[in-house]
């Protein structure tokens, strides 16, 4: 015994299709939101990272008795070879969160050495302001990478800083031929020139 006439049946079906429309736009949604998430997640990773080898770079040229010279591979900062007994100024090569690798570009100084390291993901990042002092030439990089190669430091002080410019044998680009990527995150440091 029919319940129901041919056109009640086609609205119910119809609106069963519109139900499993929105179902799936909203796990679209769903799936983007989450990957964005993870994604900011893996930034702040990387940004910690990067500051953890700023910081052994930054023991390294502070310590031992070549003070003021960079290390030679980034081993040196795992076993630091000028001591006699094992000094670490890192625990391990961290893993890059966005290659998932531990592979790292480096950025050699003038006079020899690792001065920094950075991505070698070609991604483009989602966060491209508000960061921290000691980084804030990863937003000029968003306008250009030359004008972020070629900026000055910003602090006055007697110490080492943190400077995030790329290595002389690196040439600037033209503005608008190399795209915004992790690249351009260089966790560089760099003794500062007194005035």
Do not use: C
Request: proline share 9%; charged share 20%; hydrophobic share 40%.
């Amino acid at each position: 015994m029919r319940t129901g006439s041919p056109a009640q049946a086609g609205f119910t079906y119809i609106g069963l299709l519109i139900a499993v429309v929105f179902f799936g736009l909203g796990s679209v949604g769903a799936a983007r939101l989450l990957a964005s998430t993870e994604r900011v997640e893996r930034e702040a990773e990387l940004l910690f990272v990067g500051h953890q080898f700023r910081q052994a770079i930054q023991s390294y040229l502070q310590a031992g008795p070549n003070a003021g010279k960079y290390p030679a591979t980034l081993d040196d900062l795992l076993l630091d070879p000028r001591y006699p007994t094992p000094r670490r100024h890192l625990r391990r090569v961290f893993v890059d969160p966005i290659t998932g690798s531990t592979d790292w570009g480096l950025v050699l100084a003038p006079e020899g050495g690792i001065m920094g390291v950075h991505s070698l993901s070609e991604r483009e990042p989602l966060k491209r302001a508000n960061f921290e002092p000691e980084d804030s030439l990863f937003a000029l990089a968003v306008q250009s990478p030359a004008v972020a190669a070629t900026a000055p430091a910003t602090t006055k002080t007697a110490t080492l800083t943190p400077f995030a410019a790329a290595s002389s044998s690196t040439q600037p680009k033209p503005l608008g031929t190399q795209p915004y990527s992790y690249r351009d995150w260089k966790f560089v440091v760099r003794p500062t020139v007194a005035k």
